[in-house]
């Protein structure tokens, strides 16, 4: 499997705002993410933008344009779209620690289109969020490298996230 263990870099997150606090009127947030990753030796890099619409306090509607490049890979495309599910235990407004998970489709280019799930968990210390998770995705088609090699039908990403402020 090709695996991506990346720093996702948030200027949002995926959760900026507690899990629980998201009763307020802050409903919208933004990241911007980039990782790195390997597969059958080979390099890539992937880069995310991403807005979180919190329709409930426990759900995330999250939606993410992002590419990825390599020296032997095709660059990819598309649009991320998932349903994180989450929740935050407190020991105070400003530490606790935050769960999420849900599902997920991919469309992109290359026949890199599929589905996914993602899970994490977080711990926040006051305005910052580091944590950390990962995400299975399923390609609908088999993919192949610049080389014509064939790429994994699945893959899995290990990621960090970092993450502060940034609603809208």
């Given at each position: 499997?090709?695996?991506?263990?990346?720093?996702?870099?948030?200027?949002?997150g995926?959760?900026?705002?507690?899990?629980?606090?998201?009763?307020?009127?802050?409903?919208?947030?933004?990241?911007?993410?980039?990782?790195?990753?390997?597969?059958?030796?080979?390099?890539?890099?992937?880069?995310?933008?991403?807005?979180?619409?919190?329709?409930?306090?426990?759900?995330?509607?999250?939606?993410?344009?992002?590419?990825?490049?390599?020296?032997?890979?095709?660059?990819?495309?598309?649009?991320?779209?998932a349903?994180?599910?989450?929740?935050?235990?407190?020991?105070?407004?400003?530490?606790?620690?935050?769960?999420?998970?849900?599902?997920?489709?991919?469309?992109?280019?290359e026949?890199?289109?599929?589905?996914?799930?993602?899970?994490?968990?977080?711990?926040?210390?006051g305005?910052?969020?580091?944590?950390?998770?990962?995400?299975?995705?399923?390609?609908?088609?088999?993919?192949?490298?610049?080389?014509?090699?064939?790429?994994?039908?699945?893959?899995?990403?290990?990621?960090?996230?970092?993450?502060?402020?940034?609603?809208?």
């Amino acid at each position: 499997m090709k695996k991506l263990i990346g720093v996702l870099l948030i200027l949002g997150g995926i959760f900026s705002n507690s899990a629980l606090a998201q009763s307020s009127s802050q409903n919208l947030s933004y990241d911007l993410s980039g990782g790195i990753g390997t597969y059958n030796g080979n390099s890539y890099t992937e880069i995310d933008l991403g807005l979180n619409w919190y329709l409930q306090d426990w759900l995330n509607w999250r939606n993410s344009i992002f590419t990825q490049f390599g020296s032997s890979i095709n660059t990819v495309y598309g649009l991320d779209t998932a349903a994180i599910f989450g929740t935050g235990f407190y020991s105070s407004p400003k530490f606790g620690v935050e769960v999420f998970a849900g599902p997920g489709l991919r469309f992109a280019n290359e026949d890199a289109s599929g589905y996914f799930g993602k899970a994490g968990l977080i711990f926040a210390i006051g305005p910052i969020r580091i944590g950390g998770g990962a995400q299975v995705t399923k390609y609908y088609d088999t993919r192949r490298d610049k080389y014509g090699f064939k790429m994994p039908d699945e893959e899995v990403q290990y990621f960090i996230v970092l993450s502060g402020g940034g609603t809208l």
